[in-house]
């Protein structure tokens, strides 16, 4: 009895210990979102910061310039950062023409009050995903999303893969259909991330989106050794100085897989 004790009171320390240790390395790589300029937040770079909060309270204390009211209060992308906060009025529609040469929100039409919010090229794509249980997904639906991926384990594949990931969530599509999709985006992604990073704020993607997929088993430790040596002096990430966007990510990248489990959440 009194080894059974002792052997699980050593767990537990060693447990206490482990716990310790990682929110002391993330602490440490936290600073840049303690500087005495605040650093500004745009929606995407806003919700890496709220998923860093749930794992560590260090990042509670950020000093940041939170993104635009209306974009947690009216846009319809709120819905990312609260699942029950969404648009009840959003109404999208395909639009008549299949998307030809650079893509830039050229599938679907929202109502004119959220247009304004169709800022990056894949908006109109994660928008759909993101109220797919609610607005429907069809095959036509799948396949404008689908068919933009480049194969090269670019933007466009991540954000591919992040509006099947969406669909997968709310349950909204044919599920082995989605599993085909995502499969044949990570193995794309994780072919590339075996060459060079192209930028930091890619290279930290690609890492993230592959947790949230569920393949955080495949990440290698090298990967994270090389964010780790790209830090800037001001302790953020950016390949043109430090922006909140890539240092969120890098942040990320290291926090899960310090943590090592396979699959993250993000929705």
């Known amino acids: 009895m009194i080894k059974r004790i002792f052997l699980t009171l050593s767990f537990l320390i060693l447990l206490s210990n482990i716990t310790f240790l990682f929110s002391a390395d993330l602490k440490k790589w936290s600073h840049y979102y303690h500087q005495k300029q605040p650093v500004f937040l745009h929606p995407d770079s806003y919700l890496l910061l709220l998923l860093l909060q749930k794992i560590d309270s260090e990042f509670y204390a950020a000093n940041i310039l939170s993104p635009r009211t209306d974009l947690l209060t009216i846009s319809p992308f709120r819905r990312i950062y609260n699942r029950e906060d969404y648009a009840k009025d959003l109404v999208m529609k395909p639009l008549p023409q299949p998307p030809v040469g650079e893509y830039f929100n050229s599938s679907y039409s929202v109502n004119p009050k959220y247009q304004k919010y169709l800022e990056e090229p894949w908006d109109d794509l994660i928008l759909k995903a993101l109220y797919s249980d609610l607005l429907g997904f069809t095959d036509r639906d799948f396949y404008l999303i689908y068919s933009l991926r480049s194969n090269t384990g670019d933007y466009t594949d991540t954000h ?31 072919k590339k991330q075996k060459n060079q990073p192209d930028n930091i704020d890619l290279f930290a993607e690609r890492i993230v989106f592959l947790y949230w997929a569920g393949y955080g088993h495949k990440i290698k430790p090298e990967w994270i050794d090389r964010i780790k040596k790209m830090q800037n002096p001001d302790q953020g990430w950016g390949d043109d100085g430090s ?18 489990k396979r699959k993250q959440f993000f929705y």
């Open 160 to 190: 591919v893969l992040l509006a099947l990931l969406l669909v997968k969530e709310n349950q909204g599509y044919k599920k082995q259909r989605l599993e085909t999709g995502i499969t044949k985006i990570v193995k794309t992604l994780l």
């Open 243 to 260: 922006d909140a966007h890539a240092t969120g990510l890098a942040l990320l990248s290291i926090a899960y897989f310090e943590e090592g």
